[in-house]
């Protein structure tokens, strides 16, 4: 069985949302999805996906305890635990969370009748006021849905403790996993979330992540995005953002050794004077198998006095392929409009790509926008100055790749995620 006739033999038999608004979006998305089927999918990497039969998992546990708890970055930490794309309650220290927020999983939301999160699912897929959906699998994961969280932080909170997603894949069949987060931010609040995804499962696995994010007025989010160590995995990761006025939306991504995976980040400013900043890191080792990472931001301004900001880097080694497109588009008759887009790649070897297109679209003149796109290989200059200085080649050619990586690195303002992270490097560089 295909991809494509197993998915339309689960939305059959899928059970029925006794919420009539949402039941509405998921008979819309599904109409989408057989009308536009995997079209934007047969150019990319994920093509070779369609052929192939996944099933939905079930909730059972399959990880110990103990080695659960060891997963989280430190214990102090507000962790959330979803095992093959199901909230595991009791491993998740849901007490702590309901203290400073209001929070409920996406399953109980489906299915109970919960007003409040009517007024988000899907929310910023609205276009003058018909569903807008993208691609597949975005309607896909509205359609299939297993379970994700609803977060809402309550205005002038400032939650100083960080709260870990972490999504762990074990299932015993090939499996595609759909998970659904929303999370609210609050006028006057601060947020800061980690999403990992943690893979020890020896079959494929198709992963459908769909994210929406409201950040309201004068509220600050970051989220930090951690995707490595997945090579038998398939990895979609949609991420849909709204900025209210002063708000300000930071996400970092870091994405390493998994087998195909495409980043959608997608952002509307519906305010004045906001800041959007996304950076992300790629890092692939040498592989006998081709590995491709898709990052892909568009952002939209509606209104002026906006700063956009985005750096991504790569590093690329045998049979890895990177491909970065990043659009920004701004309404006419806007002004104070400030935007850079900085791509910069190395190469490691002469089987590893690069395509990299930074643009912008506007139809107001009183912008400063401006863009940027490096691709080359470790300079010999520099290999050089650590050589002469009595580095040895292997540690010289290490030490370079981390300068170049350490420049995002040094943004994360997390200190045990950016030494994770820096450490994570000098292990695995060589």
Not at 83 to 112: A, H, R, T, W
Not at 119 to 127: A, D, I, Q, R
Not at 216 to 239: A, V
């Amino acid at each position: 069985m295909t991809l494509k006739e197993k998915i339309l033999f689960l939305l059959k038999n899928k059970e029925k949302s006794p919420n009539k608004y949402l039941q509405s979006l998921i008979t819309k998305s599904i109409v989408c999805f057989k009308k536009i089927g995997f079209t934007e999918l047969k150019k990319t990497c994920f093509k070779s996906v369609l052929k192939a039969d996944f099933d939905l998992p079930n909730r059972k546990n399959e990880i110990e305890s103990s080695l659960l708890k060891k997963l989280s970055f430190n214990n102090k930490f507000i962790s959330l635990y979803f095992i093959n794309g199901f909230l595991n309650s009791k491993l998740s220290n849901l007490c702590q969370l309901k203290k400073y927020i209001k929070f409920d999983s996406l399953n109980n939301c489906l299915f109970n009748k919960n007003k409040q999160i009517t007024k988000y699912f899907c929310n910023t897929l609205f276009y003058k006021e018909n569903l807008f959906v993208p691609n597949s699998f975005i309607a896909i994961n509205i359609s299939l849905t297993t379970d994700g969280i609803f977060i809402k932080i309550p205005k002038n909170t400032n939650l100083k403790i960080p709260i870990e997603i972490i999504n762990i894949y074990s299932p015993k069949k090939s499996s595609i996993i759909n998970f659904k987060n929303i999370i609210v931010v609050g006028k006057n609040s601060k947020l800061k979330i980690i999403e990992r995804h943690i893979s020890n499962s020896k079959n494929a696995i198709f992963s459908n992540v769909f994210t929406e994010i409201f950040s309201k007025d004068q509220s600050k989010i970051e989220l930090f995005k951690l995707e490595n160590d997945l090579r038998k995995t398939y990895l979609i990761d949609n991420t849909f953002i709204k900025q209210s006025s002063k708000s300000v939306c930071k996400v970092f991504t870091f994405s390493s050794n998994i087998r195909n995976l495409i980043n959608n980040i997608n952002c509307v400013q519906v305010g004045t004077d906001t800041h959007s900043v996304f950076n992300g890191l790629s890092f692939f080792k040498k592989s006998n198998k081709i590995s491709k990472i898709y990052n892909n931001i568009f952002l939209k301004s509606l209104f002026s006095n906006s700063v956009s900001l985005q750096n991504y880097k790569g590093i690329f080694s045998k049979n890895s392929y990177g491909i970065f497109k990043s659009k920004l588009k701004i309404k006419e008759n806007l002004y104070n409009i400030k935007s850079k887009q900085i791509n910069s790649n190395l190469l490691l070897s002469n089987s590893s790509k690069v395509l990299s297109r930074p643009e912008f679209q506007t139809a107001s003149s009183k912008v400063k926008c401006s863009h940027g796109t490096n691709i080359g290989k470790l300079e010999k200059k520099t290999l050089f100055f650590f050589r002469s200085r009595g580095i040895e080649k292997k540690k010289s050619r290490k030490l370079a790749i981390l300068i170049f990586a350490n420049e995002l690195i040094k943004l994360v303002n997390l200190n045990i995620l950016k030494n994770n992270i820096r450490d994570y490097f000098k292990q695995n560089i060589r």
